[in-house]
């Protein structure tokens, strides 16, 4: 079966700590996206790749650092500057580099104490 | 700039009521438009969608209509099921291609 997958599905980890979340797909979809979820507040783009080795930032990239290797992996680290990193995370992809249509995984809930 | 605007919820219908979630949208152009649904715990999946003027978008009973001069993709469905509990989520295509902007979310609780 083609699809996103995210793991783990939950995370704990101390402040001060990097952790890095895993995105994966086979899909074969050029771009990726990650997003972040806190309760009432909607999903806020992190950072997006449209192609292999290149990526840009969304509106909250600050503490937050990415890399695009591979077509089918696009990882999330979680730095200890991130003030607040506690929330579910998502990782979306889409097929092309412009399309709209966005496909997601099943999310990582982040807690950090 | 682009934003979507939806209903606050939460919803609470009973079962067979009809369902109207408002969403609006602000942009140049003509955006794409799509509904997102989100069951607990779990990711976004794509309910429907629309990509120009007066094109409606369906699936599993839900529907919703790309009017331009209202600049809204209300969701709507006739007959709602306990199943359709779940979050809600409108969204439009940005100025900046491939990146999409999401409403906050609407919490929708059917009872039985």
């Known amino acids: 079966d083609g699809g996103i997958t995210q793991s783990p599905k939950y995370l704990f980890r101390k402040e001060g700590q990097n952790v890095t979340l895993s995105c994966e797909q086979n899909?074969?979809?050029?771009?990726m996206y990650w997003y972040r979820q806190d309760p009432g507040q909607g999903l806020r783009l992190i950072y997006y790749s449209q192609i292999v080795n290149d990526f840009q930032k969304g509106d909250i990239a600050e503490g937050y650092s990415v890399s695009r290797e591979k077509k089918e992996s696009f990882p999330l680290t979680v730095t200890s500057a991130q003030k607040n990193p506690t929330a579910f995370y998502l990782c979306?992809?889409?097929?092309?580099?412009?399309?709209?249509?966005?496909?997601f995984g099943p999310g990582t809930r982040l807690t950090v104490t | 700039g682009d934003s979507v605007t939806q209903m606050e919820g939460p919803v609470t219908l009973s079962e067979e009521a009809f369902l109207t979630i408002n969403c609006t949208y602000t942009a140049t152009g003509y955006p794409s438009l799509f509904w997102y649904v989100q069951y607990p715990g779990e990711g976004l999946q794509l309910l429907l969608k629309?990509?120009?003027?007066?094109d409606k978008g369906s699936n599993k009973g839900f529907e919703a209509t790309y009017r331009k001069e209202t600049t809204s993709f209300h969701l709507e469905k006739g007959s709602v099921q306990v199943s359709d509990s779940a979050v809600y989520f409108c969204a439009q295509g940005g100025s900046t291609l491939g990146r999409l902007y999401f409403g906050r979310g609407t919490q929708l609780t059917v009872w039985p």
């Open positions: 899909l074969n979809h050029d771009a």
């Open positions: 629309a990509t120009k003027a007066d």
């Open positions: 979306a992809s889409s097929i092309e580099p412009g399309a709209y249509e966005q496909y």
